[in-house]
């Protein structure tokens, strides 16, 4: 619905590309008015504020590293100068840096951490001080706010290959419900989404040909690889008072990898 996040401020993450481009997009036209954070990415981010505000809709786009905490503070100022306030936070911003363990390199490992979990720290923490400075308005949420962390099935399926990545996820969990559980009386509700496999430009060597696509279906009892939408529904839905009472809660949206269909009929 148009009106379901209506007046709500919004920041996304991470919103170029991919996930966040969809979560970014589907807030808007659900009425929030957000901000498009991008890394790298201008022209992108540009074009989807573009599209928000021919939509009707209200946006901008602000570049920074949500890894560094003074961009991250800019950043958060800067919205708080445009829309006021922050009722929604999406934590979405991730990278890969593969690599067997023996070859990762300390920088490897440091970026996928640094982006991927202590981005997720600084953001949450800078959208968590103006929550409780701002508490409940009750003609805007039920709730003084939200945080959606981006974690992946990853955060319980071991990854060879990529133990930064999976390391970065796992710590999500954690750090997700600590927040939560510390947040709670203050009515802020922090909530986790783990995708599995979504066609991203993250991804893409595991399902852009037909062979490599087959072998990814064999992990995916749904037998399709998942859209950016199926994300942003889930996205949306927890940013919305209907998700009221779930807080601290991972939402799998994975087609029923966590499912390891690979153990179906080995009984
Ligand atoms: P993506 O590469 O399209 O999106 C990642 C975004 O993060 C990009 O827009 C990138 O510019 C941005 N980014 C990277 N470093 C940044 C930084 N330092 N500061 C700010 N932004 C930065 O891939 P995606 O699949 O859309 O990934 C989004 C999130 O979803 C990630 O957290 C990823 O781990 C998670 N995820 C994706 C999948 C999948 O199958 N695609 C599965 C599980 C989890």
Redesign the pocket.
Known sequence: SPYLLKGQKALV????????EAIARYLASSGAAVVV?????GESAEKIVDDIKAAKGEAFAFQ????KEDQVKAMFSKMFQEFGTIDILVN????QKDSPLVDMSLDQWNAVIG??LT?QFLCAREAAKEFLRRGVKPDISCAAGKIIC????HEVIPWAGHVNYAASKGGINMMMRSIAQELAPHKIRVNSIA????K????TSAWDTPEAEAKLLQLIPAKRV?D?EDIAKAAVWLASDDSDYVNGATIFVDGGMTLYPGFAGNG
């Open positions: 993450t991470g919103a170029s590309s991919g996930i966040g954070n991008y890394h790298s990415e920074a590293d949500v890894s979405n911003a991730g990278l982006i991927n981005g981006m974690s992946s099935v995708p599995g496999a979504i991203t430009p993250i991804n998942g950016v």
